[in-house]
């Protein structure tokens, strides 16, 4: 059991453990003029990117038993990185998976020669930042699985290796220094699924960032933009989701940064569909001209932005038409 936890990484049962559900896309701006700017001056952002301690194991058999038992880390690692390629360290070396898996195929059994690596850093947060706001840690990609502690607690784990982990850690952060520590294993039983026709490479390979949420937020958002057939008008269908009852509002805006429709509403349930009709003068995207409209959610006190393309895609009599128009 690594850090004494239980082996999730060997349990074809368990790819999650307290992770967030699955969501659309987004960071919250604080306010509209914010989601101009660079994702470091948002409020409720937080990057984690950079230099982390870095402890390598050849077999996750040789990890300690416990966090008080990794003792002193002197070696770096930048994170976003794969450990196998980052200059001066070395360690281990990536794998190629074309016809043949990168390791004994015994599913859903895992090498005993299976590495290993402790992350750790420290961070500050302000007691402003964390008051009256609940508090993620997003993990844009680590491979191929990893375990979460903060404070020296065990928050959760998760082997999604390319998409976002996220865990709600309100209850384990504080104001103050926070020490945080990723165990990250190089193969899961995940790894049969996604080792195929790939290089493989472990670590933590995205970026890791903290996100100060509205404790009554938007949870979910998905836009759904649908042109009539006339190509001449279109309309967006948008489906919100909310951890409870809420108001809101909305702002569509052209590229040029014409306002083109706005409305407000209350959401009575968890999940409330909106649709902004009958856009007219409509620009279609296309490779030669991507045009995309700027959608502006504002939930609380919280702003959340996205680029919305209008396009139709269709086969006839064995010919792709893009917009109406033969490809």
């Known amino acids: ?153 065990f928050i959760g784990y998760s082997e999604v290796s390319h998409t976002t982990s996220e865990f709600n850690i309100s209850s384990a952060v504080r104001p103050g220094k926070n020490e945080m520590v990723v165990l990250v294993v190089k193969w899961c039983t995940g790894s049969y699924l996604e080792n195929r026709d790939k290089i493989s490479s472990s670590g933590i390979f995205r970026e890791v960032y903290l996100l100060f949420r509205d404790k009554i937020r938007i949870t979910d958002v998905h836009v759904l933009p649908v042109v009539e057939k006339n190509h001449k008008k279109a309309r967006l269908d948008i489906t919100l989701t909310a951890n409870e009852s809420l108001s809101l509002g909305y702002k569509l805006f052209d590229m040029g940064g014409k306002q083109i429709a706005e409305g407000a509403l209350t959401l009575t349930g968890t999940e409330t569909k909106i649709q902004i009709a009958n856009i007219k003068s409509l620009h279609l995207w296309s490779d030669e001209s991507p045009y995309l409209y700027t959608l502006n959610i504002f939930a609380g006190s919280e702003v959340l932005r996205f680029f919305v393309g209008f396009r139709t895609v269709k086969i006839r009599n064995k010919t792709v038409y893009i917009n109406g128009k033969k490809q």
């Open 1 to 153: 059991m690594p850090l004494g936890v239980k082996n999730y990484h060997s349990e074809l049962s368990m790819l999650h453990y307290n992770t967030e559900r699955p969501r659309a896309y987004f960071v919250p701006y604080h306010t509209t003029e914010a989601s101009l700017g660079e994702r470091e001056e948002r409020r409720y952002f937080k990057n984690l990117s950079g230099t982390w301690g870095f402890k390598y194991y050849p077999s996750v058999e040789m990890l300690p038993n416990t966090l008080a038992e990794i003792g002193d880390i002197k070696e770096q690692l930048p994170v976003p990185s794969c450990w196998q390629f980052s200059l001066g360290a070395g360690y281990d070396k990536p794998n190629y998976a074309g016809s043949a898996y990168p390791f004994p195929f015994n599913p859903p059994n895992l090498p005993k020669d299976n590495p290993a690596a402790i992350y750790r850093r420290t961070f500050d947060i302000c007691r402003e930042e964390i008051s009256e706001k609940e508090v993620f840690v997003n993990f844009e990609g680590v491979d191929s699985c990893f375990y979460l502690f903060l404070n020296g607690e």
